[in-house]
């Protein structure tokens, strides 16, 4: 009985060790569980946040190029997701240091300064798309064109666009040019190539972004518009420009627009969208603050603000000594005699208006533009920079003197205009009641105007004569101008319609050329400009 009591007594023992084990692995699987519980990741938020800083235009001015790149790191601070793009035109028409090493110097510290994505823009293609596609090797960044396909194989030149992922949530990023490209650059350059409309270019992307699960689309777009509210200031005032036409046709699906080519800045809505541009040269950054729904995807909402790039940007050291670098080469290139010149070119005017640095140039552009029909050359004053004149004791002036005085590299355009939107452009010198005159300098041409009659009536019509011959309202002339004129720079708007255009080579390399191997004597005004009231 003994032996069977303990044997009893020996199984409750038993029983009661299972049991606490039991306890004990119970406790721990809920202990686990628990500890499991506690350092389960939080669900996502509902939104992301996305900060887009975007520039356009810089047009090689690598000068800029360190203190462009400490804004967008100062306005980098304090946000998770962020995207550096631009509007294109970030090459060509650039200044001696870049432009003398092909623009290298540009793409080189844009892609330091964090630039990741950009549209083409029509000085991209100054030097045709070969140069492009050599540049676009070169860089750290992505240029993008929807609308640029090539004839034969119908594909882009350019990615249309690009896919980023911000907190799990897919952006694209549409890049578009101006549609009148071809008309503005040299024409070999672009052989082969369609510049397709832009709305419709990026709205044949919708399905297939959309097959890609992407609902939040940025266009970065090279065409803008005018507003006359000042960098920093609330509103949009007045705004107008091809732009607004592009925007209101655009798919609904695409959220923001970043514009440029018009080197202006503004924050501006349009159908509903927020539209933004950077003014030019790297002096001003946008910054957009996007808010990104997670449960559709899309942008719930859009914030954008203008930053002029002042003191209180500390430059990036590692750019500004690059630069220096650069600038120290060009330096020694730019010593290139070009030709002689006895006494001095400036921009001092006469009465009426005209300068003999005026005339030069516009004999200049004149004479490079014949070839592509042009009877009559006309130039902005606000293109000249500088005199010529030469510092040396033989008369000798350099390559980089004659780029000073004409440094903007605009490329030269021939268009037909007729007789009665010739004297639209005379008469567009002068503007409201202001007697400020803006005097475009002329080659080919002669005309006399009147300072007391009131503006719209100003030149005297039968004064007017193209190359010796009296202006005709209805017949057609060939007039060669820079690119910034022909897209209606300095309110020149009449330009806008001229058709058939050619274009030719930079402005800076058609004086070059002219002057090449001459002696120029420098004297007078030559009265192509006669102003008749005292």
Known sequence: MNRKGGSGAGLEDSLAKVRHRIGIIAVAALAAILAGCAHAPAPPPATESLRIIAFNDFHGHIERAAALAGAIRDLRRGHAHIAVVAAGDL???????????????????????????????????????EELIRLQSLAKFQWLAANVIEREGRRALLPPYAIREYGGIPVAFVGAVLRSTPQIVPPAGVRGLQFRDEAASVNALIPELSAKGVRAIVLLIHEGGHSTTAVGEAGCADFQGPIIAIVKRLDRAVDVVVSGHTHEAYVCEVDGRTVTSAASYGRVVTTIDVTLDRATGDVSSARAANHVIDARYVPDDAIAGEVLRVSSLAASR??????????????????????????????????????????????????????????????????????????????????????????????????????????????????????????????????????????????????????????????????????????????????????????????????RIQRINR
């Open 91 to 129: 090459v060509g028409a650039s200044p001696l240091e870049s432009s003398m090493l092909r623009d290298e110097p540009a793409v080189d510290v844009l892609g330091r300064a964090g630039l990741e994505l950009t549209a083409a823009g029509n000085h991209e293609f100054d030097h045709g798309a």
């Open 334 to 527: 730019a010593q290139r005699i070009v030709g002689y010149v006895r006494g001095e070119f400036t921009q001092a005017t006469s009465a009426a208006g005209e300068s003999n640095l005026g005339d030069l140039v516009a004999d200049a552009h004149l004479a490079a533009m014949r070839e592509a029909g042009a009877q009559a050359a006309l130039t902005n004053p606000g293109g000249l920079r500088a005199p010529i004149a030469s510092r040396r004791a033989d008369g000798g002036v350099t390559f980089g003197e004659i780029f000073t005085a004409q440094p903007f590299g605009n490329m030269l355009v021939a268009m037909t205009l007729t007789g009665s939107q010739v004297l639209r452009l005379l008469e567009a010198q002068w503007r409201g009641t202001s007697e400020r005159v803006r005097v475009l300098q002329v080659a080919g041409m002669t005309y006399a105007w009147d300072g007391s009659r009131r503006p719209g009536a100003r030149v005297v019509r039968d004064s007017v004569r193209i190359a010796g011959a009296a202006l005709d309202p209805a017949a057609s002339y060939r007039i060669a101008v820079n690119s910034y004129l022909a897209d209606g720079g300095d309110g020149f708007v009449v330009l806008r319609e001229g058709t058939d255009r050619v274009g030719g080579p930079a402005d800076v390399e058609a004086l070059d050329q002219y002057i090449a191997g001459r002696t120029l004597v420098a004297g007078p005004p030559e009265g």
